[in-house]
C-alpha cells in the first residue's frame, strides 16, 4: 500500500486549503483513513480519521469545526478540507491508512504512511 499526499502551501490566516491523499496498491474501501500532523519541534499530533466500516468521524480537540475530512471511494482519494487556518496549524501533515477500528487517534495503529506535505500559515 503507498500513499500520496497533496494540496499544502502557504496561506493567510483564515484561508483555506484542501488536502488529498491517494491510496494505492489495496482495497481502499477496507481502510480507515487518518490524518496527523507534526509542527516543528513538537510530536505528532491527531488531526482526524474517518473509519471504513461505517463512515464515522472523528477529529481533534484542537478542529472545533474547522477541518472537514471526507473519502471519494471511486478515487479511492480522501480529503482534509481546512478552513479558518491559523498560524498554530503550521505543520506537516500526514495521511495514514489502517485496517483497523480501534485507537484510532493514535498514530501507533496506522500501518501505511504518507510523505507529509506541508501546510504554512502566516499571520
Known amino acids: 500500500v503507498q500513499l500520496q499526499a497533496s494540496g499544502g502551501g502557504s496561506v493567510q490566516a483564515g484561508g483555506s486549503l484542501r488536502l488529498s491523499c491517494v491510496l494505492s496498491?489495496?482495497?481502499?474501501?477496507?481502510?480507515?483513513m487518518g490524518w496527523f500532523r507534526q509542527a516543528p519541534g513538537k510530536e505528532r499530533e491527531f488531526v482526524s480519521f474517518s473509519k471504513w466500516n461505517d463512515g464515522t468521524k472523528y477529529y481533534g480537540d484542537f478542529v472545533k469545526g474547522r477541518f472537514t475530512m471526507s473519502r471519494d471511494s471511486a478515487k479511492n482519494t480522501v480529503f482534509l478540507q481546512m478552513n479558518s487556518l491559523k498560524p498554530e496549524d503550521t505543520a506537516v501533515y500526514y495521511c495514514a491508512a489502517s485496517t483497523g477500528l480501534s485507537y484510532l487517534d493514535s498514530s501507533t495503529y496506522y500501518k501505511y504512511w504518507g510523505q507529509g506535505t506541508l501546510v504554512t500559515v502566516s499571520s
Open positions: 496498491g489495496g482495497t481502499f474501501r477496507y481502510y480507515t
